[in-house]
């Protein structure tokens, strides 16, 4: 007999965001979106404005007033994020859900070191020692791939390199083990070899931790390389969602679209494809 399917660690049913305006009825900016998350890697992809960041805020309780968020459902590991209130997201963020965000420079504290920095949802979230959640520190500085721990440990986050800053970034989001890991562009501030190894670094995590991993991005040649299935949005909804290596597959006119149009030695110098939005919009 087969053994049942282990529940999602994420779970999201018609989640929409919206904002008002005076005089004119709400803005909408996410029209249902749905899709579930496990032990897996999954891509959110699409062009500036489609809803991949707002997304991610509704999921961590970060929509900025008077943003108003509703789902049929919004659960996180058994946790009914749409019931939650201040004192429960404290208690959620960081220890079940982390977020990396693009840049480093703006995320970490530059008046607090990079140990107080890592250890502080240790303080928040756990009631181990001075010395215990040192030592937790340094181990996690160790396993995100940061040479001399120690060293970085003392350092100010403007002594560390944009590279260096992010794998702080993810020792930070991961040293209370949380169950899913948020990526908003992690890599978009790196050269093109360092974003080869964040997201390495993220996808060799996410199965050492058996968490869920949901990179948001809007390079589908990345995210076809490292994510397991991918969705992609438009106009504040999913309108493909498909394993990662079937992106160049894609019948959908926007995802074909945006698959044309990643730069490459190829494309350089010659006119893109473009698409009637008029026709995506009907289609929505």
Known sequence: MAEPAAPP?????????????????????????????????????????????MTARAIMGLVPPPGR???RRLVLDGIDLAAADARSWNRIRGAKVGLVLQDPRFALNPLHTVGRQVEEPLLLHTKLSRSERRERALAMLAAVGLDNPREVYRLYPGELSGGMGQRVMIATMLIC???????????SALDHDLRDQILALLARLAEEHAMGLLLISHDLQQVAQFADRVLVMYG???????????????TEPYTRTLWSCRPSAATYGTRLPTLNRADLEVQA
């Open 236 to 250: 504040g909804r999913v309108v493909d969602e498909r394993p990662a290596s079937e992106l160049s597959h894609s």
């Open 9 to 53: 660690i994420l779970d999201v049913a018609d989640l929409k965001v919206s904002f008002p305006r005076e005089g004119a009825g709400d803005v909408i900016v996410l029209h249902g979106v749905s899709f579930k998350v496990g032990v897996e890697r999954v891509a959110i992809v699409g062009e500036s404005g489609s809803g991949k960041t």
């Open 69 to 71: 968020v509703g789902a």
């Open 177 to 187: 083990g949380p169950r899913l890991l948020i990526a908003d562009e992690p890599t």
